[in-house]
């Protein structure tokens, strides 16, 4: 079984930034991939960014490119999310997730393991 931890959220003015971290322990399979969702009030959670084992494969939903950053510390088992020019429509709960090795899916049925999420309010 696969733990995650989530932190790094909190309340920022739009245009600021904020830098997410999530750090896995426990049995994660090899290579496994690493992503992170989010989930606003009323609305299904949805994909905001993967990032392969080595780092060489990475996608990014629409509404977060060029905003939003993914990248991970396998030494530490950590992936972060930085991101920038935060918006009042990025308020949501933040979660990690991990998937076994292989492609980087964007589907919430890719990712097996999930964090508790962290709150993320950007006030406009």
């Known amino acids: 079984q696969v733990q995650l931890v989530e932190s790094g959220g909190g309340l920022v003015q739009a245009g600021g930034s904020l830098r997410l971290s999530c750090t896995a322990s426990?049995?994660?399979?090899?290579?496994?991939?690493m992503g992170w969702f989010r989930q606003a009030p009323g609305k299904e959670r949805e994909f905001v960014a993967v990032i392969n084992w080595s780092g060489g494969r990475i996608s990014y939903a629409e509404s977060v490119k060029g905003r939003f950053t993914i990248s991970r510390d396998n030494a530490k088992n950590t992936v972060y999310l930085q991101m920038n020019s935060l918006k009042h429509e990025d308020t949501a709960v933040y979660y990690c997730?991990?998937?076994?090795?292989?492609?980087?899916?964007?589907?919430?049925?890719?990712?097996?393991?999930w964090g508790q999420g962290t709150q993320v309010n950007v006030s406009s």
């Open positions: 426990g049995r994660t399979t090899s290579n496994y991939v």
């Open positions: 997730a991990t998937a076994p090795g292989g492609g980087v899916g964007t589907m919430t049925t890719d990712f097996r393991s």
